[in-house]
């Protein structure tokens, strides 16, 4: 399978854990970005990556939200001391650059978070 | 700030029956919008976008759309809807340059198909 791979699909925590997500996008793929879905929302931007770079952050729903991508492959969301209010859907997307943005950006199936 | 209003929540046709899917967004500058489309259990995919050029827009699985400066809209239409095209639709607004940073997508209208 080569399309955009996301780990775990499902996360149960309980509220003041930390959770981290995996984000595995297509290989040849330099742009990565995430977001967040709450339920009956559309997706909301959280952060994008170009290769190792954040090159947007200020999307990132607060200071218990980061995002890495250290060898500019795979990205890690971590969120720190969740709340209730975390449950979601977290959605990773990747896509080529160049070409004026004409590339399509691709989706990956999500991992869906609970927090007790 | 840039939005986008789906103000259908809602919608079911018949299966063969004309789609218009609507959308209106607010941005100052040249928008970059997209229509998605996610089915129960699948992830999010494209099925269309508009950048700049033509302004009918052609997309997969038969879907087009328009976008109408002077209305700020960008509706999604299909000439004859299909079962499978059941799902919830998703339209969006990307800021320039690049168009995918900071998409703000709208609520989402779920499409439902009777035969």
């Known amino acids: 399978d080569t399309g955009v791979s996301q780990n775990p699909r499902h996360k149960i925590t309980k509220r003041g854990q930390n959770v981290t997500f995996r984000c595995d996008p297509i290989?040849?793929?330099?742009?990565l970005y995430w977001y967040r879905q709450t339920l009956g929302q559309g997706p909301e931007f959280l952060t994008y990556f170009q290769n190792e770079a954040q090159l947007e952050k200020s999307r990132l729903l607060s200071d218990r939200f980061s995002a890495e991508r250290p060898k500019g492959s795979f990205s890690t969301l971590e969120i720190q001391r969740t709340e209730q209010g975390d449950s979601a859907m977290y959605l990773c997307?990747?896509?080529?650059?160049?070409?004026?943005?004409?590339?399509?950006?691709?989706f990956g199936p999500g991992t869906r978070l609970l927090v007790l | 700030a840039q939005s986008v209003t789906q103000p259908d929540i809602h919608i079911t046709v018949s299966e063969g029956a004309s789609l218009e899917l609507r959308c209106n967004y607010s941005y100052g500058a040249t928008p970059y919008l997209f229509w998605y489309v996610q089915s129960p259990g699948q992830g999010l995919q494209l099925l269309l976008k508009?950048?700049?050029?033509?302004?009918l827009v052609q997309g997969i699985k038969g879907f087009e759309a328009e976008f109408k400066r002077s209305q700020s809209s960008f509706n999604l239409r299909k000439p004859s809807v299909h079962w499978s095209d059941a799902a919830e639709y998703f339209c969006a607004v990307g800021s320039s340059p690049g168009g995918y940073q900071k998409v703000t997508f709208g609520i989402g209208t779920k499409l439902q198909v009777i035969p």
């Open positions: 290989s040849e793929h330099n742009r």
């Open positions: 997307a990747s896509r080529t650059s160049g070409g004026r943005g004409q590339e399509t950006q691709y």
């Open positions: 508009y950048f700049s050029g033509d302004t």
